[in-house]
T-cell receptor, first 111, second 112 residues
Framework: NAGVTQTPKFRILKIGQSMTLQCAQD?????MYWYRQDPGMGLKLIYY???????DKGEVPNGYNVSRSTTEDFPLRLELAAPSQTSVYFC??????????FGPGTRLTVL | DQQVKQNSPSLSVQEGRISILNCDYT??????FLWYKKYPAEGPTFLIS?????DKNEDGRFTVFLNKSAKHLSLHIVPSQPGDSAVYFC???????????FGAGTTVTVRA
């Protein structure tokens, strides 16, 4: 099993550009999550999904969108990138909704 | 408002000694608690968890203690090894809420 995979590993965006961060899991987990981690801070939940076709906002959803058309994939869309979105983004999945398994992260810089 | 707090940003310990990491929470509805370990440039990895029906859970060198009345949990690592040098995050959840609240993390450095 590959677990949770994320692409790309690194990306630099200009202000106003858009991009999609990809996340996939091969563990057949229903629950999937997107977090961001800023320096010296914990992980903040952006969006989550409890199953295909169902998504909901987390703590910091502004400026982001998600979709969940399949159990395996949970892409995160950034529209009109801003410097405040410079962060490390982690995707996670869970079987139970408690213990979550994380991908390796995407480091995004917006200049 | 941060519901899970790790008040010590860093901890330095000698190899072979005990590392004690602390975590406090404010939401009395939390009933499941986890510790994650994170190396630089990697995602967090699950370390150990505890349900609110227990006050202790042990897994090898790692033990988590839960004090519900004080809304406090701690992670003990005995003995500490150089490979334990990492950032440790405390997290908490409410059953059927499906979300985790994370602390800011404690950076542990194990000195040889």
């Amino acid at each position: 099993n590959a677990g949770v995979t994320q692409t790309p590993k690194f990306r630099i965006l200009k202000i106003g550009q858009s991009m999609t961060l990809q996340c996939a899991q091969d563990m057949n987990h229903n629950y999937m999550y997107w977090y961001r981690q800023d320096p010296g801070m914990g992980l903040k939940l952006i969006y989550y999904s409890v199953g295909a076709g169902i998504t909901d906002k987390g703590e910091v959803p502004n400026g982001y969108n998600v979709s969940r058309s399949t159990t395996e994939d949970f892409p995160l869309r950034l529209e009109l990138a801003a410097p405040s979105q410079t962060s490390v983004y982690f995707c996670a999945s869970s079987y139970s909704g408690h213990t979550q398994y994380f991908g390796p992260g995407t480091r995004l810089t917006v200049l | 408002d941060q519901q899970v707090k790790q008040n010590s940003p860093s901890l330095s310990v000698q190899e072979g000694r005990i590392s004690i990491l602390n975590c406090d929470y404010t939401n009395s509805m939390f009933d499941y608690f986890l510790w994650y370990k994170k190396y630089p440039a990697e995602g967090p990895t699950f370390l150990i968890s505890i349900s609110s029906i227990k006050d202790k859970n042990e897994d090898g060198r790692f033990t988590v203690f839960l004090n519900k009345s004080a809304k406090h949990l701690s992670l003990h690592i005995v003995p500490s090894q150089p490979g334990d040098s990492a950032v440790y995050f405390c997290a908490a959840s409410v059953t059927n809420d499906y979300k985790l609240s994370f602390g800011a993390g404690t950076t542990v450095t194990v000195r040889a």
